[in-house]
Nanobody, 124 residues
């Protein structure tokens, strides 16, 4: 069973930056597609970013392109989400997810394991 633990969430001012981390254990991290999703207050969970097992392929939601960067360190079993130029609308609980297939997808249903989430609050 794969366990995912997110960290790095915080309260930050608009225009600021933050880096989220997600540490994985209990599985073969290097073979998983990893994704970040978020759920804002009163909103449905939505796709943010995903990265292939090798890190060679990434995908982003249009709302975060150019501001967020997903990366991974397979030696550390960790995936990161570097967020910059943060906006109040980025306020959400951010979830890390793992997918047991090699194809990068953006749908919630495509991911097999989920973390508990970390809160990011962006003040205006």
């Amino acid at each position: 069973q794969v366990q995912l633990v997110e960290s790095g969430g915080a309260l930050v001012q608009a225009g600021g930056s933050l880096r989220l981390s997600c540490a994985a254990s209990g599985g073969t991290f290097g073979s998983y597609v990893m994704g970040w999703f978020r759920q804002g207050p009163g909103k449905e969970r939505e796709f943010v970013a995903a990265i292939s097992w090798s890190g060679g392929s990434t995908d982003y939601a249009d709302s975060v392109k150019g501001r967020f960067t997903i990366s991974r360190d397979n030696a550390k079993n960790t995936v990161y989400l570097q967020m910059s130029s943060l906006k109040p609308e980025d306020t959400a609980v951010y979830y890390c997810a793992a997918r047991r297939h090699i194809i990068v997808v953006v749908t919630i249903a495509g991911y097999d394991y989920w973390g508990q989430g970390t809160q990011v609050t962006v003040s205006s």
